[in-house]
């Protein structure tokens, strides 16, 4: 064979194998923002809209009221969740860190204490709160009315912890016990100070 024809050859086989894979990355990638964008819902929400919620009562406690799940996987977003929570007076959310997601509360209306890491400070309607992941943090509505809050994740996972300790409205709240709150723990990636459960990081 002509030596010529032969480097000719040789010189299209790259420009071949170009031709055909990127067509197929391109497909791929096609295919994931499809999927990705199928998955994904346009939510128009009011106050009082989403999935909402009671919370199983630990023994001694009698009505620990509830929360409203807005945006999670299964309601609109694979990368991010979003609840609302209506917290009476002396209401706590006891000291907790995410493992792997970080966190902001806005608070709407109320007055709420807040320590993240080793910082603390009463806020108020229209305050934040920023809590980086794998950092600890708790919430005391100190004032003397009713304090909402709207909370939103980074990433989901904390919402099948919530999904675990809460029932449906229309459900009876059975008492949760330790055992259950632990395992509820693991499931939404979450840590309590209080609880027996091992933190993952003290581990490695």
């Not at 009505?63 to 999670?72: A, E, R, V």
């Not at 794998?134 to 909402?148: E, M, P, R, Y």
Request: charged content about 25%; proline content about 8%.
């Amino acid at each position: 064979m002509n030596s010529r024809l032969v480097r000719t050859a040789l010189a299209t086989i790259p420009l071949l194998i170009v031709a055909i894979r990127f067509p197929q990355t391109q497909s791929v990638q096609s295919r994931t923002a499809t999927s990705s964008a199928a998955a994904a819902k346009p939510l128009l929400l009011e106050k009082n809209d989403g999935e909402r919620r009671l919370w199983r009562p630990e023994p001694g406690e009698t009505d620990p009221g509830g929360f409203i799940l807005k945006i999670t996987p299964q309601t609109g977003s694979q990368h991010l969740m979003l609840l609302t929570e209506d917290m009476p007076p002396g209401a706590v959310i006891p000291t907790h860190k995410h493992l792997g997601q970080d966190e902001m509360v806005l608070i709407e209306k109320g007055t709420i204490h807040a320590r993240v890491g080793d910082r603390e400070r009463d806020l108020h309607g229209g305050g934040l709160v920023f809590i980086p992941a794998f950092t600890w943090v708790s919430l005391k509505n100190v004032g003397d009315t009713t304090a909402s809050i709207v909370a939103i994740f980074s990433a989901p996972a904390f919402e099948d912890h919530l999904r675990c300790e809460s029932v449906p409205p229309n459900e009876k709240p059975a008492p949760i016990s330790r055992a259950e709150e632990n395992a509820c723990d693991r499931l939404g990636h979450v840590v309590y100070k209080d609880r027996s459960e091992e933190d993952p990081q003290k581990m490695k």
